[in-house]
């Protein structure tokens, strides 16, 4: 994972749930998780939560 993506990933942590369910669904909506990072990207989101 790159360090981008690690960096988001501490900072959406940090969010109260409802906002972490924001970010889930925009990142899930705009992101192509058919490309092996933004599906990586998705899965650890979604962990988060």
């Known amino acids: 994972m790159s ?6 990933l501490k900072y959406i942590d940090t969010l109260p749930l409802p906002k972490k369910e924001q970010v889930y669904q925009w ?3 705009y992101v192509e998780p ?5 599906g990586r990207l998705i899965n650890e989101i979604r962990i988060c939560i």
């Not at 360090?3 to 988001?8: D, E, F, R």
């Open 27 to 29: 990142v899930k909506r």
């Open 3 to 8: 360090k981008a993506s690690s960096n988001l």
């Open 34 to 38: 058919s490309y092996s990072a933004g």
